[in-house]
């Protein structure tokens, strides 16, 4: 079935990097755009990337631009997230999602990211 | 930007009965290309991600029961929870997609009284 699943978060301190990635299955990842999106804890739904299908556009949410880099590999039906210059308000789950320009039909269990000293 | 404000932040409705959930947006989310509006609901559920239920504000996503509706157009949008359920217990948001970025409202938690 259609499936992505996030890794890679984890405590880091502010200022620390961190490298999130998607695994997509069940569908032809090439065909769609991807988008991360971010939950801080007990607060609202918040977007922070997309990327089209051959990575030609990437667009990103004023609070992480200049920070955060979103890439993909078709090859390896894979989605990535590159986090620098992290901060406390970072803290959050991050979910991998299929949809891009417009609604998000698949979302990923998620993966948190906690900033802390 | 686009700002997404919804209404109210909560609301509590007896199991069987109607529950109504107003989003707006700051501007029309209205695609000339379509004359779609570009709005989607989501439902959350504690410890699970958001949930596709509708979009081009009336669509019902595959699989989602019928007792759920959007309505409106413009700036003024509406999901409508006809005869509520138990399992409809959870937080539900809007987003609009009208042209980046994208945004989404503050969310309504919808419990049984």
């Known amino acids: 079935q259609v499936q992505v699943v996030e890794s890679g978060g984890g405590l880091v301190k502010p200022g620390g990097s961190l490298r999130l990635s998607c695994a997509a299955s069940?569908?032809?990842?090439?065909?769609?755009?991807m988008s991360w999106i971010r939950q801080a804890p007990g607060k609202g739904v918040e977007w922070i990337s997309d990327i089209d299908t051959r990575s030609t556009f990437t667009c990103y949410a004023d609070s992480v631009k200049g920070r955060f880099t979103i890439s993909r590999d078709n090859a390896k039906n894979s989605l990535y997230l590159q986090m620098d210059s992290l901060r406390a308000e970072d803290t959050a789950v991050y979910y991998c999602v299929t949809g891009g320009t417009y609604y998000y039909d698949t979302w990923g269990p998620g993966t948190l990211v906690t900033v802390s000293s | 930007d686009i700002v997404m404000t919804q209404s109210p932040d909560s609301l509590a409705v007896s199991l069987g009965e109607r529950a109504t959930i107003n989003c707006k947006s700051s501007?029309?989310?209205?695609?000339?290309?379509?004359?779609?509006?570009?709005l989607a609901w989501y439902q959350q559920k504690p410890g699970q991600p958001p949930k596709l239920l509708i979009y081009?504000?009336?669509t019902r996503e595959s699989g989602v029961p019928d007792r759920f509706s959007g309505s409106g157009s413009g700036t003024d949008f509406t999901l409508t929870i006809s005869s509520l359920q138990a399992e409809d217990v959870a937080v539900y948001y809007c987003?609009?997609?009208?042209?980046?970025?994208?945004?989404f409202g503050g969310g309504t938690k919808v419990e049984i009284k």
């Open positions: 069940g569908f032809t990842f090439s065909d769609y755009d």
């Open positions: 987003q609009h997609y009208h042209g980046p970025p994208p945004s």
């Open positions: 081009w504000a009336s």
């Open positions: 501007q029309s989310v209205l695609y000339s290309s379509n004359n779609k509006n570009a």
